[in-house]
Structures are given as C-alpha cells and as structure tokens.
Nanobody
Framework: EVQVAESGGGLVQAGGSLRLSCAAS????????IGWFRQAPGKEREGLSCLSSSDGSTWYADSVKGRFTISRDNAKNTVYLQMNSLKPEDTAVYYC?????????????????WGQGTQVTVSS
C-alpha cells in the first residue's frame, strides 16, 4: 500500500523558515515524482514544487521560486520542502503527493496518492 505523510508544519513569524517533510512508503517503481501543494481557506489548491526520482529534475511555481527548495533523502524515502522568507500569504495547509511511474517532474502531473496535510501559519 502506498502511503505519503507530511510533517513539519507549525506557526512561524513572517521572514522565518520551516522545513516540511514528506515520507513516502510502498512505492515499488523506481520512477516516481513527489509534489508539494497548498490550499488556503477559500482558495483553490496550488501546485508549488515537484521532484523526479529518475533524474532529480525539479519544478517550482513562480509564487515560491527563490524562497522554497525541494530536496530528497533517498535513504529515508523522504522529500523535503525548505521554506524560507515566509510571508503571511503562505499560510495554508500543505500537502505532498506521489505519482508513478513518472519520469519527469512537471506541473501537469495528476497525482494518485496524497497525504493528509500539515498546517503552516505565518504571522505578520
């Protein structure tokens, strides 16, 4: 059974940093992509970033480019989202998702497996 689970959310002041973790298990394919999303109250879900297990390619939404960094620890089957220079408008529930077999990271992937989400609140 494929499972993905986020952790690391919390309350942080504007300008601060948080690192979210996405632990993935049960993925039997070598080629998969992990994506990060967020959804703020009253807003649509927004794709933020993704990372390919095949070639390490990444993608970032313009809203987070230069502030957020996606990375992975293969030994721990974990993908991280380092979030710096946080703004109040970054407040949302953050989700990670997995899809396979997928070779390249791009924003149009339709993910099959989703975590439960972790709350990130940025105070002004």
């Amino acid at each position: 059974e494929v499972q993905v689970a986020e952790s690391g959310g919390g309350l942080v002041q504007a300008g601060g940093s948080l690192r979210l973790s996405c632990a993935a298990s049960g993925i039997t394919f070598d080629d998969y992509v992990i994506g990060w999303f967020r959804q703020a109250p009253g807003k649509e879900r927004e794709g933020l970033s993704c990372l390919s297990s095949s070639d390490g390619s990444t993608w970032y939404a313009d809203s987070v480019k230069g502030r957020f960094t996606i990375s992975r620890d293969n030994a721990k089957n974990t993908v991280y989202l380092q979030m710096n220079s946080l703004k109040p408008e970054d407040t949302a529930v953050y989700y990670c998702a997995a899809d396979f077999p997928v070779f390249f990271c791009h924003p149009a992937i339709s993910y099959d497996y989703w975590g439960q989400g972790t709350q990130v609140t940025v105070s002004s």
